[in-house]
């Protein structure tokens, strides 16, 4: 049987990252960024000049791709060749990109398979966007984290990031395979009128009543 596993499900800027690291270290548990696979595949796939929207192409990059999942400390990291990836992954480009290669059956399946393995050695607090739906179904640690998206809007744009949320959240609820959406049985949480430290007091403490 393996550790737990807490799952984190959100759309963009809902707080879904800050949260998960700090209920993570909270718990003693490793921090895993799916986001940031999905980020690196498309910038890899970038500085290939691949052409995202043509799946063949993307698929056909995709074997013996020269990236690895591993770990920085309790926090998930992607290395290529020999340096963790950081600044490289929040760029235009990717951001613009990034919903369109997530949305390909191939990449997912790669990732889902690279996201499970961490699993297998330890318990994981994971944040994405089908993660209590895909990649961990039948873990009893589900969370959905949202906010308005007058809220969101400007969360990203405190950050610098001219996205737009509505065209971001029409991409990633709309996808064929698995889109945004929230579990049956998770635990919605809008953090709209919430402090980061009130949103990971209540997950937190769910997960200890779960635990117990």
Known sequence: ??????????????????????????????????????RAVTWYLLRRDVDTAD?????AALPGIP??????????????EGRVLTDELRTPEVNANVSTVAAIPQVRALLVEKQREYNTREAVVMEGRDIGTVVFPDTPFKYFVTASEEVRAARR???????????????????????????????????????IEQVVALVVADIRKKLA
Request: glycine share 8%; hydrophobic share 40%; proline share 5%.
């Open 1 to 38: 049987m393996n550790p737990p596993a807490i799952a984190i499900d959100g759309p963009a800027a809902s707080g879904k990252s800050t949260v998960a690291k700090l209920i993570a270290k909270e718990l003693g548990y490793t921090f895993i960024n799916t986001g940031a696979m999905y």
């Open 55 to 59: 799946t063949a192409a993307v698929c």
């Open 157 to 195: 744009a405190a950050e610098g990031i001219t996205e737009s949320i509505t065209e971001r959240d029409r991409k990633d609820s709309q996808r064929s395979v698995s889109p945004l959406v929230q579990a049956p049985d998770a635990l919605l949480v809008d953090t709209s009128d919430m402090s």
């Open 67 to 80: 990236l690895s999942f591993g770990k920085d400390g309790s926090v998930s990291c992607v290395v290529f």
